[in-house]
Every structure is written in C-alpha cells, then in structure tokens.
C-alpha cells in the first residue's frame, strides 16, 4: 500500500537558518503530494501541494518539488523565523479514489 | 465562513462510558474524515464519508461508530470508551476524496481522555 516516511524530529535550528525536512514516498501511479504544517494547540493546514512530477509547491518562503526518479518531496525554506516552529506532516493522495496517506510527523524548533 | 468546526474541545470519560464528537463544515464538500493523533504515530484514519450517505472504514475503525447526517456534519461514536483512545480526534473536510483536489481542510481537534 502507500506509505510516506519523514525525517525524525526534532528539527532544531537557529533563526535566519537554512531548513530542509526530508521525505519520501511508495505509491502505486502518480499521487498528489502535500505538506501540511500544524500549530501548536491547533489543527493541521495545507502548507504546499504538488500534483505531478517536477511540479514545485511554494508557500509562505517553503518549498518543495516533486521527484518522481527519487520518490521524494522534501520541504525547504532558506531562513527560518520562530514563528515557524511547529510539526510538519508530508502526505500523498494516491491516484484513483483514494485517501490521504500521512507521514508520522517532523517537528521544527527554532530559536532566536 | 468557520471552516470545520470540531464539539467539544475537550472531553474526560470513564472507562466504559459512550460519546458523540460532533463535527460540521460550512465549505459544502462532498467528503468528510475522522482521524487520531497520537505522538509517534502520526495521523491515522479512523472513518470517512466520501459522499453523503457512504461512509467507510479506515486505518483503525474498531471501537468507533460514525454518522454522515447530511452534508454538513459528521459524527464520531465512542459506544464504550476506553484508555487506548485516549487521543487527539481531528474531523477534516475536503471537496473530494481522491486526488489532485483532495486538499484536506481540519478543524482544531477535540482532545479526550479516557481514565
């Protein structure tokens, strides 16, 4: 089945650092691929999403491309603030009808 | 415009008690979803409702019923509580499930604790 595996946490950095959380994925055909990013006490939402190879997703200074040939949608941001600090889930919609299939999670500290 | 609106926001149970986690969505989507959060393990599917009037189960559905009321609302039944769900419940909402368009939308949680 589909399965979506993250980098183990916690991420610790100091602000104005370069960031990147690794992911990769198994599926069958050609998924969707997202990050969603989730506040402390709060909710996930979607931080970025790609639907096709080298497609890249961007949002709020994150970014992430699509790599079909490596199976990997690793999320990136050149210079992290402490409001980004929060748990970054990546997941993948399979083709077809289908679900969406979440990481277990990589949690971002930064400090000043 | 709210979203997806999660009732209530926190919840303490005994052992073997039963309760309905209510959800509802005012952004007219066709699919509705349960999901828990426990640490280490990521969000895992519970229940979902593709459409109104389907539901199906997901990674883990045992000790849980669910309600597609209508369109809007989706409802989540513990008959018999017990400690192993103690959790973070999350409902989500989505135009479709499947897909390029399957951007999921989450309420803010309902954390319960089952003594």
């Known amino acids: 089945g589909d399965s979506v595996t993250q980098m183990e946490g916690p991420v610790t950095l100091s602000e104005e650092a370069f960031l990147t959380i690794n992911c990769t994925y198994t599926?069958?055909?050609?998924?969707?691929l997202f990050w969603y990013v989730q506040y402390p006490g709060e909710g996930l939402q979607l931080l970025l999403k790609?639907?096709?190879?080298?497609d890249k997703g961007s949002n709020k200074g994150f970014e992430a491309t699509y790599r079909k040939e490596t199976t990997s949608f690793h999320l990136e941001k050149g210079s992290v603030q402490v409001s980004d600090s929060a748990v970054y889930f990546c997941?993948?919609?399979?083709?077809?009808?289908?679900?969406?299939?979440f990481g277990k999670g990589t949690m971002l500290l930064v400090s000043p | 415009n709210a979203g997806v609106t999660q009732t209530p926001k926190f919840q303490v149970l005994k052992t073997g008690q039963s309760m309905t986690l209510q959800c509802a969505q005012d952004?007219?989507?066709?699919?509705m979803y349960w999901y828990r959060q426990d640490p280490g393990m990521g969000l895992r599917l519970i229940y979902y409702?593709?459409?109104?009037?389907?539901?199906d189960k997901g990674e883990v559905p045992n000790g849980y019923n669910v309600s597609r009321l209508n369109k809007r609302e989706f409802s989540l039944r513990l008959e018999s509580a017990a400690p192993s769900q103690t959790s973070v419940y999350f409902c989500?909402?989505?135009?479709?499930?499947?897909?390029?368009?399957?951007?999921?939308?989450f309420g803010p949680g309902t954390r319960l604790t089952v003594l």
């Open positions: 997941a993948l919609s399979g083709s077809g009808y289908s679900t969406l299939t």
């Open positions: 952004m007219n989507h066709n699919s």
């Open positions: 599926a069958t055909g050609y998924p969707s």
């Open positions: 409702s593709a459409s109104e009037g389907t539901t």
């Open positions: 790609a639907t096709k190879a080298d």
């Open positions: 989500a909402s989505s135009e479709v499930a499947g897909g390029p368009s399957d951007t999921q939308y």
